[in-house]
């Protein structure tokens, strides 16, 4: 959390985990895997924005591994 919102998103993240922790007792098994499910789909958003971000790094690197790959041969 520190790394992507700052020290000061450090406290509310802490309170939210400790919150959840104390209610995971309570919720029906249905409702932890629907959370559950939840979190994983929003952790999927960042890294989709990583890969889009970062395509034309992948392709240059691709390129140069491939040519790399096409000297080696010779």
């Known amino acids: 959390m520190e790394y992507l919102l700052g020290v000061k998103a450090i406290l509310p993240y802490c ?12 919720l029906k098994l249905e409702a932890i895997w629907v ?17 889009l ?12 591994y491939q040519k790399y790959l096409a000297e080696k041969k010779k």
């Open 15 to 26: 309170v939210i985990f400790i919150i959840l922790i104390a209610c995971g007792p309570f």
């Open 35 to 51: 959370l559950a499910d939840i979190v994983n789909g929003l952790m999927a958003i960042p890294n989709l924005l990583a890969l």
């Open 53 to 64: 971000g970062l395509t034309s790094i992948v392709v240059a690197e691709t390129k140069r």
